[in-house]
């Protein structure tokens, strides 16, 4: 929608498109990420959130020279003839005027960011040949953006295009993709299960084991650790007395 926006816009209407697009990006950052991360094993997903930052991180930083280079492009078609007909239309003669229409075009966007007419200090002695009214307008504050504004708007509308293109991509390989199953997780060992059921019973990982085949058969244990037979013959049976 900004593409649509004329140069000389309100400022509620600015605000209004940017909260819009804030609130589309995060409609669909957050399922996009959600889904990339249940793509993944559960023990992988640390890496997977490493690399996905990674390549989040050098967008942004690749984004802003796409971006100036696809606005000083679209900027570079229309500036000379804006610059050389603005010009003459102020009294400059054809010739100076050609000459100061090819401007480096990333020297005329810098200089609209910050403000600055270079008018003064690229026609020097032209001025003094113009009427008063007509010099004191072209090295003002007006003459200039007004001079670029279309070229501007054109540099603009490349990026903003390039933006609409990526995003088309990025939202029609998001829907390709399509529903994933979750991969499974690995089957718990049956040692960590018995130990994890132990601690929530109060019980030992022996309490809760059944009696193996080597121990099917054998006499139980008495309270002391010791066999019955061992008890049993520990002592005289009673009503017994040595002679």
Excluded: C
Excluded at 132 to 140: E, K, P
Excluded at 171 to 195: C, F, M, N, V, Y
Excluded at 223 to 236: D, F, H, I, W
């Amino acid at each position: 929608m900004l593409l649509f926006l004329p140069v000389d816009f309100s400022y509620w209407v600015f605000a209004l498109i940017i909260a819009l697009n804030g609130f589309g990006s995060g409609l669909f950052a957050s399922p996009n990420r959600a889904e990339m991360m249940n793509a993944v094993p559960a023990n992988q997903r640390g890496a997977a959130g490493g690399m996905i930052a990674t390549f989040m991180n050098t967008s942004f930083v690749l984004s802003i020279g796409v971006f100036f280079s696809l606005m000083v492009a679209g900027l570079s078609s229309q500036l000379p003839g804006a610059l050389s007909g603005g010009l003459v239309a102020q009294g400059i003669p054809a010739s100076a005027a050609l000459q100061i229409s090819h401007l480096p075009p990333i020297g005329v966007l810098f200089a609209a960011f910050l403000g600055y007419n270079p008018m003064q200090q690229l026609l020097g002695p032209l001025l003094g040949h113009l009427p008063a009214g007509h010099a004191a307008y072209v090295t003002g504050r007006q003459f200039f953006p007004h001079l670029i504004t279309e070229p501007f708007h054109n540099g603009l509308g490349v990026a903003f295009a390039f933006a609409i293109t990526a995003s088309v991509i990025a939202g029609i390989a998001s829907l390709l993709t399509g529903p994933r199953p979750r991969p499974e997780a690995a089957p718990e060992p049956l040692g960590a299960e018995l130990a994890a059921v132990a601690g929530d019973a109060g019980f030992e990982p022996s309490e809760i084991v059944g009696p193996g085949p080597e121990t099917e058969g054998a006499p139980e244990a008495r309270g002391n650790g010791q066999s019955p037979a061992v008890t049993k013959s520990a002592g005289p049976e009673p009503g017994r007395q040595r002679g």
